[in-house]
């Protein structure tokens, strides 16, 4: 049987690992590179030569052991003074050194200024610049002149003359080929003048009074009545009609002419008395009847039957008339008739008639010395000669000094905070004892009380609660959820206003940005709020307010300078933050010192008229809305956020609202600084921090993790007095209670 030899072999990696010695002689194979060593029983395999190089000088195997594998014949012997495998480093080459291709370019310093000029996302335009202006460009006004933009048919560019013809139009005008009304345009009022008497038209109702009427109209006594219907030439000459006529002297003398003829007696006329020598016996007629019927004694009141002698105007000859039927007038107004003033029916009046119905039914000759037709006057009454009701009241002299001590428009509330104004900061005027107190008078709305000592003792005001600022500690994993729809919380607005107390206690672990977001409403390239401090580990260094449109534009981005050397860790500092953005305006003032913005190292943006908006259920307060990578690791205290409120913070009076050189007063929900509460305010202990005190109801936010007791204070708050209860005890500096009692029928107490 033919006999097999065969010789050491394994892998490269093996025989490096083992590094064994070979005898002399032996042979070791590598099976994955096909190589082998030869043993010399000394050396260890790492020391053995390939025997593919036994015929390699020292010199030579040292630099073929220099070679890479794959490495190509190259006359380079090293790069910058590095050999093996080169790894290309910062700075090798110059930009001047590189080569540029039909694809690839080396941007110049100009090209890069450009670059950096361009907003992310921006489109490729051959436009450099417009009017000068690079980066997001808005119009402005003068980018163009009228001349450079071009009509088209339903588009025109208005001239000078259309302009001023437009200006004299009033809005609404219509079309009207009338250019002018007596030398007038515009919305023309008419005037005295416009028209002549004789250039209006008269109607079938209408009538233009002519000289003589408006003469005639003067002579017509007021509330004249109208004059009856002039009598016609058939009813004189009949004298039958029962019914009134108006008569006119010529119309008296037709009728009297026809029904008493006789115009003198004897040639006598007025009131005749005939003697005797003035008719003679051809005058008398001799008729018997005549003389029986005749009666010479006088009748007052002639009664139907009797008979009235006349001369008859056919004949002139004597007749007789029956008394009862000659026309009558209207019989006299008897006493109780002029007494009661209320009969419908006509009747006679003598002038004493008259002057007597005056008496009983117009007593009154005169008002305040005036006649005629009378119309209320100053100083017709004294205040003394009106008589007071329930409802109406005369002011005294007193109660008018005290309204003109109140400002317009002033309500009870805002006369309280004016009196209670002085008096906030309570000090030793606590200690005062209540003996001589007058009145307590309690403004609901505030939870305020008002004590008002007797004589010339001071008043003293007495807040709810405690009105030192306090808050939680957010250790990075804890937070607080207001509902927008619970809480009212706005989805779009444009001004805000929000002030807080905030440390920061710790570095973030991470090592890289420091974010520590305090208010958040956040959605990735969407609708935004945000005000957070931003900085490279470990500390911040700048404060930012961010937002963004529900399309993702960003209306405000702006970061302040680097925070002053006292913004360290384990400090409280005031934050007043203020932003309108119809102005637009951004302001930010750290412990009541006004805050630049960063004016380099990014882009600020501040878009007027534009809207910040909210489309998340919650408002965060201590933390990112999606994250906790970014919650505060620190205390936030007395937060305070108003929408759709501004004020300068560059005035110091609307600094110290909040900020006094320590904490202040906001009242016992937050009312204080805008006279109304704000959307959020948050002025409690740990747990207690989540109740929104803003709201009547004090609806609570939603926790994550567990809020913690504050370590730290503001300084310069005082702790305020309480009212206990609704009794209302009052609290004394000296813990001493005082007990109040309502008085019955009225909003005021007394000292019990």
């Known amino acids: 049987m033919p006999s097999r030899i065969q010789v050491r072999r394994d892998i490269a990696a093996n025989w ?69 495998l080169v790894t290309a480093q910062t700075g090798d080459y110059t930009a001047d050194e590189i080569t540029e291709t039909a694809t690839r370019k080396v941007m110049t310093a100009d090209e890069r200024s450009k670059l950096a000029a361009m907003e992310p996302g921006a489109q490729v335009n051959i436009v450099t610049a417009v009017h000068g202006r690079t980066g997001a460009v808005i119009a402005q006004t003068g980018d163009y002149t009228a001349d450079q933009i071009a009509e088209t048919a339903t588009r025109k560019v208005m001239t000078a003359d259309e302009r001023g013809k437009l200006a004299a139009i009033e809005p609404g005008a219509q079309v009207n080929a009338v250019t002018a009304v007596h030398g007038r345009t515009g919305a023309v009022i008419a005037q005295t003048g416009d028209y002549t008497a004789d250039q209006i038209a008269e109607t079938a109702t209408r009538k233009v009074m002519t000289a003589d009427e408006r003469t005639k109209l003067t002579t017509v006594q007021m ?80 009664a139907a039957g009797d008979k009235l002698l006349i001369k008859d105007q056919s004949d002139g000859q004597p007749k007789l008339a029956d008394w009862a039927s000659l026309p ?6 008897t006493a109780a008739e002029k007494a009661a003033g209320v009969l419908a029916e006509l009747r006679s009046f003598s002038p004493l008639d008259i002057r007597e119905m005056v008496a009983v039914h117009a007593p009154v000759t005169s008002f305040n010395g005036r006649t005629g037709i009378l119309s209320p006057q100053n100083n017709d009454y004294t205040a003394d000669q009106i008589t007071e009701t329930t409802t109406r009241k005369m002011m005294t002299a007193e109660e008018r000094a005290k309204l003109a001590a109140i400002d317009a428009g002033a309500s009870a509330e805002q006369e309280l905070a004016e009196i209670a104004a002085p008096y906030s900061e309570l000090t030793a005027k606590l200690a005062k004892t209540l003996t001589g107190v007058k009145a307590v008078v309690l403004n609901p709305a505030h939870k305020q009380c008002v004590v008002k000592n007797g004589g010339s003792e001071p008043v003293v005001v007495v807040a709810p609660e405690g009105v030192t600022a306090t808050g939680t500690v957010l250790n990075g994993s804890n937070c607080v959820d207001f509902s927008r729809s619970v809480h009212g919380l706005p989805g ?24 520590q977001m305090i208010v958040s409403s956040f959605v990735a390239l969407g609708a935004t709020f945000e005000l957070a401090l931003l900085g490279v580990h470990p500390a911040p260094k ?87 990578s970014v919650n505060h690791l620190g205390h936030v205290e007395q937060f305070f956020l108003a929408f759709d409120r501004y004020l300068d913070i560059s005035v110091p009076n609307n600094v110290q609202k909040f900020w006094n050189g320590g904490a202040v007063n906001l009242g016992y929900n937050g009312w204080r600084p805008f006279g109304t509460p ?25 926790i994550t993790g567990t809020l913690g007791a504050p370590t730290l204070l503001p300084t310069g708050t005082s702790p305020a007095q309480t009212i206990e209860g609704l009794g209302p005890t009052y609290l004394l500096a000296a813990q001493t209670k005082q007990q109040f009692v309502k008085i019955a029928g009225s909003s005021r107490y007394e000292v019990l």
């Open 678 to 702: 704000p959307a959020l305010f948050l002025n409690g202990s740990d747990v207690d921090f989540r109740i929104n005190k803003a709201r009547a109801t004090n609806d609570p936010g939603t």
């Open 16 to 84: 490096t690992s083992a590094n064994p010695v070979l005898a002399s002689g032996e042979i070791g194979y590598e099976t994955d590179a096909k190589k082998c060593k030869f043993g010399d029983g000394v050396s260890v395999w790492a020391e053995l030569p390939y025997a593919v190089e036994a015929s390699f000088t020292l010199e030579e195997k040292a630099r073929l052991a220099s070679i890479e594998p794959g490495a190509q014949p190259n006359a380079v012997a090293s790069v910058y003074g590095r050999t093996g």
């Open 542 to 628: 700048v404060f930012q307010v961010f937002g963004r449109t529900a399309a993702g534009t960003v209306v405000v981005d702006h970061r302040s300078v680097d925070l002053p050397p006292s913004f360290t860790f384990g400090v409280l500092h005031h934050f007043l933050i203020a932003c309108d953005l119809t102005v637009p305006v951004v302001q930010l003032a750290i412990d009541g010192q006004v805050i630049a913005w960063r004016p380099i190292g990014y882009t600020p943006i501040l878009r007027q008229n534009e809207q910040i908006e909210m489309t998340t259920a919650n408002l965060r307060i201590g933390g990112r809305s999606t994250t906790s």
């Open 223 to 302: 509330n004249a009545q109208s004059n009856p219907i002039r009598v016609s030439s058939a009813e004189k000459t009949a004298g039958t009609s029962a019914t009134v006529r108006g008569f006119a002297p010529v119309d008296v003398k037709d009728v009297v002419a026809v029904h008493a003829p006789v115009t003198s007696v004897a040639g006598k006329t007025g009131a005749v008395s005939l003697q005797k020598g003035d008719i003679g016996l051809g005058s008398v007629s001799n008729d018997a009847q005549v003389r029986a019927d005749l009666t010479y004694a006088t009748k007052v009141a002639p």
């Open 492 to 515: 779009s607005f444009q001004k805000f206003v929000c002030s807080f107390h905030a440390s920061v206690d710790q570095p973030r672990t991470d090592g890289t940005d420091h974010a």
């Open 328 to 333: 009558t007038g209207p019989a006299p107004a």
